[in-house]
């Protein structure tokens, strides 16, 4: 099915570049308007009804119209997508929203990434809390919470609630002659879902219950998503979730986590305001006990921090780089070097040296633009790219491997780490093909640095074109 619509035009003006993601009766997808100028990109969700009687469809289409509504009013928040359209086509339903460029939560907790400092997880609840409040206080209850479905917006580094799963209700329920609706499944994701949730009746506690397994994993590392057949660590005889052993937290934020994540939802905070107000009240005293003590250091490395400051934070005044002979654009910060290549054996064309630091800085992060011949399609080219990384990168491992989007075409993302000598390196690799040619971009850092500048990397590769 992914690839019969791929190419494909829905509604009249979404054409379908690439798969985001899917399950058993829904399926989302980059697109991009092909009505509006520039033909900017949007995020597709396709569902399809479990059954096609007529109950069931009209039942169908009445959910879909009021999830629509509940969507265009969330839509008005700056940290939710817009909705741009809805509608029905060949019994299936459409709901088209705003792309949001950045990463998922799950790039920056384990076990892709190690668990956070106290004070990181205070923030983390903070800044979720802060968007759900505008949620609850329109009565709605996202119900699947969890780290895909929170996005770190690359404009501003703020988080971006996405895919809530009401809307999916449509999908997962079949309606009798008689009009009773049987849900077939719960909405929601094992690991991050409740026991009422689980049960078909969610609350709004419901969904700071799932904040709070988020603020557990980013603090101890457990991964819930992958525990469940094992069984989640509990109490004997309360049922609630054992997690304080795993790691070294004050008493103040371990009590907090324990009460979002409570068995029994009535002794859960029963809102996101309430949930916000506690997390702003522990935040407060970790901030006083901490100011003094800051103020002393901030002093002494003030030069220090503004150095990294002008070696990290983008400049307006972006400079732009184009190569006629290989066909492609893209925009680099001025205070980067570039260095210009064209090695024939190696197919790199331009590489981007992020400013040194200091002078022991013996490495400079870096990001690369090849292009070379490649006769064979982009899933075939796949397996290819990350066979040659393991046989040419000393102590290669795999993170993740994801479609993405490249100059508005459809691509394959690696994330990946390996050894140069004594430095251990960790690489984001995108590419694309067009016209038996392979359009490649890696960005390339130490591990402590990796995440200081992949906002600008991602920047930098957003701004790429091929002409």
């Known amino acids: 099915m992914v690839n019969l619509m791929l190419g494909q035009t829905v509604g009249g003006r979404y054409q379908i570049l690439t798969q985001l993601g899917g399950g058993g009766f829904s399926t989302t997808f980059i697109a991009q308007d092909i009505q509006r100028p520039g033909n900017p990109q949007c995020v597709v969700k396709q569902f399809k009804p479990l059954s096609h009687d007529p109950y069931t469809l009209q039942e169908a289409k009445r959910l879909f119209q009021l999830e629509a509504v509940t969507l265009e009013k969330l839509g008005k928040h700056d940290q939710i997508p817009q909705l741009l359209a809805h509608f029905e086509e060949n019994q299936e339903f459409y709901l088209v929203q705003e792309f949001i460029p950045g990463h998922d939560l799950c790039e ?19 800044e979720i809390l802060e968007v759900l ?52 499944v719960a909405i929601g994701t094992p690991g991050y879902m409740p026991s009422e949730q689980a049960n078909q009746v969610p609350k709004l506690s419901s969904d700071i219950y799932a904040v709070g397994i988020i603020g557990i994993q980013a603090l101890t590392g457990i991964n819930f998503p992958h525990v469940g057949s094992q069984g989640l660590p509990r109490h004997p005889e309360t049922g609630e979730i054992e997690w304080r052993k795993q790691v070294k937290v004050s008493p103040k934020l371990a009590n907090l986590l324990d009460k979002m994540v409570r068995y029994d939802f009535r002794q859960r905070y029963q809102s996101a305001e309430e949930a916000l107000q506690a997390v702003k009240k522990i935040s407060s005293k970790a901030l006083n006990r901490t100011i003094l003590i800051g103020l002393g250091i901030i002093v002494a490395i003030m030069p220090v921090i503004i150095l990294l400051l002008q070696a990290i934070i983008p400049k307006d005044n972006l400079l732009s780089y184009t190569n006629d002979s290989a066909g492609i654009k ?31 800085n013996n490495f400079q992060d870096k990001l690369t633009i090849n292009v070379g011949k490649f006769a064979g399609t982009l899933d075939e080219s796949k397996n290819l790219f990350i066979q040659e990384i393991k046989n040419t990168l000393p102590e290669a491992n795999i993170v993740s491997t994801s479609t993405a989007t490249l100059a508005n075409k459809r691509a394959y993302q690696l994330i990946f780490t390996g050894k140069n000598e004594n430095t251990r390196l960790k690489n984001l690799q995108i590419w694309t093909l067009k016209d038996e040619q392979t359009y490649v971009i890696t960005y390339t850092a130490t591990i402590d640095d990796y995440d200081k500048f992949l906002p600008l990397a991602e920047k930098m590769i957003q701004s790429f074109e091929i002409e």
Do not use: C
């Open 133 to 184: 409040v505008f949620v609850h206080q329109q009565n709605v209850i996202h119900r699947d919470i969890k780290p895909a479905n929170i996005r770190r917006r690359t404009s501003d580094g703020k988080i971006v609630l996405i895919d809530f799963g009401a809307v999916k209700q449509m999908s997962v329920q079949k309606t009798s002659v008689d009009g009773q609706i049987n849900m077939t």
């Open 330 to 360: 893209i925009k680099y910060p001025p205070n980067w070097e570039r260095q210009d290549i064209q090695n024939i054996l190696t197919q790199e064309l331009v590489t981007f040296l992020s400013p040194k630091q200091n002078d022991a």
């Open 108 to 126: 920056e907790l384990p076990p892709l990434k190690q668990p956070l400092a106290e004070t990181q997880v205070i923030k983390l609840l903070h």
